[in-house]
């Protein structure tokens, strides 16, 4: 069965510093990456995804991932955040079912 | 076009009361999610609907839970004797097919007292 996991649970930042936040996956079979943000009293809103082709995939808000499938890994970067990217990121796993991890919460302080 | 709405948005419950949660999804979207979302954790995985059917009811935590989707639209989640354990926010979600990108409603904050 996949599962995913997220190494950092918080990650504090200041404004227009880069940032990864970094997730790891383990599945038997191909799958689906998936990154999502949920912003305060919101629900999910997906940032990007990998399916298949390019490693690197680019999604909305100025993100970005990088599949590496020989280290498992599925990583989210910004070049320079802004405070509005202060949310919870979810990092999540598909091959049937979509597992989640437990999430990092993006703190970006001016 | 309108997303995935959940309602009610906040339910507050006595321990061992039946509860029903309900999720509208986005027109056209033949498959269905339920997740369950505990505080710090990330969405849990509950039951997916393919249409009108319970294609994988794998995640439902043991047999108080039961969901249904009787037009293939609209789902209700339902909780029976409900216990403090099953406080937590409840996230619907809805894609064009199981492999297509699932949208997520708001989610219930459900509180069993």
């Known amino acids: 069965a996949q599962s995913v996991t997220q190494l950092d649970s918080q990650v504090p930042v200041f404004e227009e510093a880069p940032v990864e936040l970094r997730c790891n996956y383990s599945s038997s079979v191909s799958v689906y990456l998936f990154w999502y943000v949920q912003y305060p009293n919101q629900g999910l809103q997906l940032l990007l995804k990998?399916?298949?082709?390019?490693?690197l995939v680019k999604g909305i808000n100025g993100f970005e991932a990088e599949f590496n499938k020989s280290q498992t890994s599925f990583h989210l970067r910004k070049p320079s955040v802004h405070i509005s990217d202060t949310a919870e990121y979810f990092c999540a796993v598909s091959d049937r079912d979509m597992r989640f991890g437990a999430g990092t919460r993006l703190t970006v302080k001016p | 076009g309108a997303g995935v709405s959940q309602t009610p948005s906040n339910k507050v419950t006595e321990k061992g009361k039946y509860v029903e949660l309900r999720c509208d999804p986005i027109s056209g979207h033949t498959a269905l999610y339920w997740y369950r979302q505990s505080l710090g954790q990330g969405p849990e995985f509950l039951i997916y609907?393919?249409?009108?059917?319970?294609?994988?009811d794998s995640g439902l935590p043991n047999d108080r839970f039961f969901a249904v989707r009787p037009e293939g639209s609209v789902s209700t989640l339902k909780i029976q004797r409900t216990e403090r354990g099953d406080s937590a926010v409840y996230l619907c979600?809805?894609?064009?097919?199981?492999?297509?990108?699932?949208?997520f409603g708001p989610g219930t904050r459900l509180t069993v007292l």
């Open positions: 990998y399916l298949s082709g390019s490693t």
């Open positions: 979600a809805s894609s064009l097919s199981r492999q297509d990108t699932q949208y």
């Open positions: 609907f393919q249409g009108t059917g319970a294609a994988d």
